[in-house]
T-cell receptor
């Protein structure tokens, strides 16, 4: 059974304090690893898709990386507006289009 | 370009009542997904459609839940009769199926409260 585990569950940072969020996955064959951001009362907003180990993608203060068993979301010099829940999801090659989501990391960036 | 549209945004109903949630996917997208999100279980896939045809409904919790997609621009999720444990946020997402892994775009959700 596909599994996606995110850590930590919650993270509090001071503005400017860089850190990383972890997403470990167990799937039979990874077709894609997705990162989403979710603000309170809103739907998940797409950030990145990673397809193969070694791949990296960046957007503003965020950089996502992928290994054969994990993905990391690095946040450099975060700002309060980066506060949100970050979700990762894995797409198994044998699962058609069904994403398996992790439970998310709730990030709070304090001014 | 409009994103995924869901209605209503909030629904409060009493146990035993019928509830219908609606979704309009992004124009041109041919796959549509219904999810439920709760604090305890996170995001769970309920059912997904490809080209208006239900492909996998194994996530639908019970026979009380049903979903339809009569055309490419509209889908409904119905709960009849509703129960307090159905209280959750229900999301609809859509994507274009193709060669590369599909990116799903989510709507704003419907917050359902069953009293």
């Amino acid at each position: 059974e596909d599994q996606v585990t995110q850590s930590p569950e919650a993270l509090r940072l001071q503005e400017g304090e860089s850190s990383s969020l972890n997403c470990s996955y167990t799937v039979s064959g990874l077709r894609g690893l997705f990162w989403y951001r979710q603000d309170p009362g809103k739907g998940p907003e797409f950030l990145f898709t990673l397809y193969s180990a070694g791949e990296e993608k960046e957007k503003e203060r965020l950089k996502a990386t992928l290994t054969k068993k994990e993905s990391f979301l690095h946040i450099t010099a975060p700002k309060p507006e980066d506060s949100a829940t970050y979700l990762c999801a894995a797409l198994d090659s044998g699962s058609a289009r069904q994403l398996t989501f992790g439970s998310g990391t709730q990030l709070t960036v304090l001014p | 370009d409009a994103g995924v549209i869901q209605s209503p945004r909030h629904e409060v109903t009493e146990m035993g009542q019928e509830v219908t949630l609606r979704c309009k996917p992004i124009s041109g997208h041919n796959s549509l997904f219904w999810y439920r999100q709760t604090m305890m279980r996170g995001l769970e896939l309920l059912i997904y459609f490809n080209n208006n045809v239900p492909i996998d409904d194994s996530g639908m919790p019970e026979d009380r839940f049903s979903a339809k997609m009569p055309n490419a621009s509209f889908s409904t999720l119905k709960i009849q009769p509703s129960e307090p444990r159905d209280s959750a946020v229900y999301f609809c997402a859509s994507t274009i199926s193709g060669g590369a892994p599909d990116t799903q775009y989510f709507g704003p959700g419907t917050r359902l409260t069953v009293l």
